[in-house]
């Protein structure tokens, strides 16, 4: 099959395929990403998708959430919340998007993160 090719998947498969990239997701998190996640999914924002991308964080936020107030707040908030994870700190990037325009937030910035121009 070449790539770019439509391919007709069942409603049985594409719910399989789903759960399939999920669980993927799920055991290669490591533990203070999940915290991280569960945390925020406990907070039941409405309208905020949250998920693991490789070993960040994706926020999808809906289109009139206003980036700036939130980038504004998010160090103080993240720094509160964190008072409730045990988890050792690792480098964790949050991805912050709301349909029109993106920011990226870092916690724990590594050697490299730091060094870099």
């Not at 789903?18 to 569960?38: A, H, S």
């Not at 991805?95 to 724990?108: A, Q, S, T, V």
């Amino acid at each position: 099959m070449r790539r770019g090719t439509k391919v007709d998947i069942s409603s049985e498969n594409k719910i399989i395929l789903r759960e399939v990239v999920l669980y993927t997701t799920f055991i290669n998190m490591n533990p203070y990403q999940q915290k991280w996640i569960d945390l925020l999914s406990n907070a039941h924002i409405p309208g905020w998708k949250i998920t693991a991308q490789d070993n960040d964080i994706y926020i999808e936020m809906p289109h009139v959430t206003d980036l700036k107030l939130v980038r504004d707040n998010l160090p103080e908030t993240l720094g509160a919340m964190s008072l409730d994870i045990d988890e050792p700190k690792e480098r964790l990037k949050f991805i912050f998007h709301n349909g029109y325009e993106n920011f990226e937030y870092l916690l724990n910035p590594g050697e490299e993160d730091l060094n870099r121009e």
